[in-house]
């Protein structure tokens, strides 16, 4: 077990952040991997749909997978500078990062230096937009909504009960004891590891699930990565009739769209599910589109509706 210990001012500077970049990065991880380990089972609806979307957009993930193993290169996946970073922010922040840090970090994982830096970084940087778009982003709203469940939960916790409570919640391989968070690691890492006045990002992931992974990597802050509380609800089935409530606000025939789209899809599809005409359907999503309600992903020919945050709380009654 490997053992980071803390002084008070690290203490101090601890913060709950999440990441949208490093979900894009963890989910990529569970969908390049085969054998099950990194959460292939309670993901698989949503390794179902993507699959076979990214099949479709012939998407070459090598610049990034490459970055994948056997560990994760630090810039790609670093601290967020702030409590709930935008996805465009962090890819302009990794797109800025210092070319000596990125090749310290390929010496790191036994990669060959770029060549080019810039344009080897722009290539990562846009295979990563790619992949987030058809990917996450549809479902980001949902994933969302469980981190910062999570991270409201350990707040509370750190209030009533301090660092002690907080980090006895956190997950079963971490442990608390005399300034010192024990970390069990899948590498079995062991020793101690000073914090040195950095500070801890703690930060909930659902497709961390359900390892923990920890980023030490000076210059990062580091970082340390946790099973989300309630990742397994982000993929439950809903009913598909809309509620009383929703329709009275949207009206009958935009609200059994709003709760078909329960994965991204075509107008095609979802005329087919609601019983509508295709160009009734179509008129119907544009109105929902305008209103902040749907964000659409082109894939091929395809134009693919997914809900917004605003649409996933009506949806959900909250």
Do not use: C
């Amino acid at each position: 077990m490997l053992e980071l210990e803390f002084t008070t001012e690290d203490l101090a500077l601890s913060r709950l952040a999440i990441s949208p970049l490093w979900e894009t990065i963890a989910s990529l991880r569970v969908l390049s991997d085969t054998d099950g380990h990194d959460g292939h089972t309670l993901h698989g609806p949503w390794l179902t749909a993507v699959r076979h979307r990214l099949a479709r957009a012939r998407l070459d993930l090598r610049p990034v997978t490459e970055l994948l193993t056997p560990k994760i290169a630090a810039f790609v996946a670093p601290a967020p500078l702030t409590s709930a970073p935008d996805i465009r922010l962090e890819l302009a922040a990794l797109r800025a990062h210092p070319v000596e840090r990125i090749h310290a970090d390929l010496d790191t994982l036994g990669l060959p230096r770029y060549p080019d830096p810039a344009v080897a970084v722009d290539r990562v940087v846009t295979t990563i937009e790619a992949y987030w778009e058809l990917a996450v982003a549809p479902y980001w709203p949902r994933i969302r909504a469980v981190l910062e469940a999570d991270v409201r939960h350990r707040a509370q916790l750190l209030s009533t009960g301090g660092s002690r409570r907080l980090f006895a919640d956190l997950d079963p391989g971490l442990s608390w004891e005399d300034g010192r968070l024990g970390v069990r690691l899948r590498s079995n890492r062991t020793g101690t590891f000073e914090l040195g006045g950095r500070g801890l990002v703690l930060g909930p992931s659902a497709f961390a699930w359900p390892r923990v992974w920890l980023l030490a990597t000076p210059p990062w802050q580091p970082l340390l990565r946790y099973p989300a509380r309630g990742t397994a609800t982000i993929w439950e089935s809903r009913p598909a009739a809309p509620s009383d409530a929703l329709t009275r606000v949207v009206g009958r025939p935009k609200a059994r769209l709003l709760t078909l789209l329960r994965e991204p899809a075509t107008t095609t599809q979802l005329a087919a599910l609601a019983g509508l005409t295709v160009g009734g359907a179509s008129q119907h999503l544009t109105a929902l589109r305008d209103a902040g309600l749907l964000r659409t992903t082109r894939l091929g020919r395809s134009i693919l509706y997914a809900r917004t945050e605003t649409a996933e709380a009506l949806v959900a009654g909250r």
